[in-house]
């Protein structure tokens, strides 16, 4: 088993600024990939960001060059930072940590942190 923790959600003020962290632990192996997800009041989970283990990264569009993502493969964490001073109200959200674990690439989630951005 895989177990994912995060941190880092909170209220913010639209325009501001936040970092969530996400560690792994337990019967880890080879992580193929870490990222966030989210998931808003009514909506489906989507993708936010995405990091390989070589570094490459992938983005949702709507948050393409307001967010990045980062990945310290020794610590098996990840680092989504969402920053310059963009956060919007839209980007309100239960932040779901995921990595993609091992030669039969499983997910993994953590349990969910919620961000709230008041406009």
């Known amino acids: 088993q895989v177990q994912l923790v995060e941190s880092g959600g909170g209220l913010v003020q639209a325009g501001g600024s936040l970092r969530l962290s996400c560690v792994a632990s337990?019967?880890?192996?080879?992580?193929?990939?870490m990222g966030w997800y989210r998931q808003a009041p009514g909506k489906q989970r989507e993708l936010v960001a995405a990091?390989?283990?070589?570094?490459?990264?992938?983005?949702a569009e709507s948050v393409k060059g307001r967010f990045t993502i980062s990945r310290d493969n020794a610590k098996n964490t990840v680092t989504l930072q969402m920053s310059l001073n963009s956060l919007k109200a839209e980007d309100t959200a239960v932040y779901y940590c995921?990595?993609?674990?091992?030669?039969?690439?499983?997910?993994?989630w953590g349990q969910g942190t919620q961000v709230t951005v008041s406009s």
């Open positions: 995921n990595a993609n674990v091992g030669m039969l690439y499983n997910d993994y």
């Open positions: 990091i390989t283990s070589g570094g490459r990264t992938n983005f």
């Open positions: 337990g019967m880890i192996g080879s992580i193929n990939a």
